[in-house]
């Protein structure tokens, strides 16, 4: 089996796959001082709990936007798996696109890996928007080529930075709320973060396809995606296990 490594600023994936196909997932807070012990004994554990071992991995493929994370993640890999792991960015990995972008080097693993999938699963031209630690709307060109796009803080760092610039604002949870216009200092928040945000991305879309002159088909990603995508009819598609489908099919084309 292949495990697929996606290492986000918040979370971590674990995933197993059989050929194309997912087995089992596994989540972990992202840290940078977990050792390759830690991995091991974790991830033992939680496949273990499924029916695997850690044996049945032959071949591990990691797309990460943490660097310090990668070392111990390295380590795990030449420990447990007895395999070097293909790492996205690095120079023996071919990806199977060229970034139409000023520094290619900028592009984030996971922006490029979902870029991947999409075209794979969608073809193009494609806007990814990835509701993640940042919110990301990226371009995928019809030859599937990277095409650039843009970066706006995440709902839950607008959140965060709403709870500690203002001392009367609670903490909250991301909700749809039942109303626009809100009557308490809860629903004016949800109503100003769920709305804010998809008045955002609508508005944001349409501006990227005027640009671009021609319709784009958009796929929402990230473990928002099917709540905010519930407020508009501006997303196509829904795929919460886009980054890993792009590290599959990185994957396979290097071997």
Partial sequence: MLLAIDVGNTNMTFAAFSGRSLVKEWRIATSNSRTAEEYGVWLSQAMALDGLKLYDIKDVIIGTVV?????????????YFRCTPLVIGEDNVEIGMVPQIDN??????????????????????????????ATTLDVVDEDGNYAGGIIAP????????????????????VERPSKVIGKNTLECMQSGIYWGYISMVEGLVARMQEEYGTKLTTVATGGLAPLLARGTDIIDHIDRDLTLTGLVEIYHKNN
């Fill in 67 to 79: 660097p310090g994370a990668l070392f111990n993640l390295k380590g795990l890999c030449k420990r």
């Fill in 104 to 133: 290619p080097k900028e592009a984030g693993a996971d922006r490029l890996v979902d870029a991947v999938a999409a075209h794979s699963k969608y073809g193009g031209p494609t806007i990814v928007i990835d509701f993640g630690t």
């Fill in 154 to 173: 995440g709902v839950n760092l607008s959140l965060d930075a709403l709870h500690s610039a203002a001392a009367k604002l609670p903490r909250i949870a």
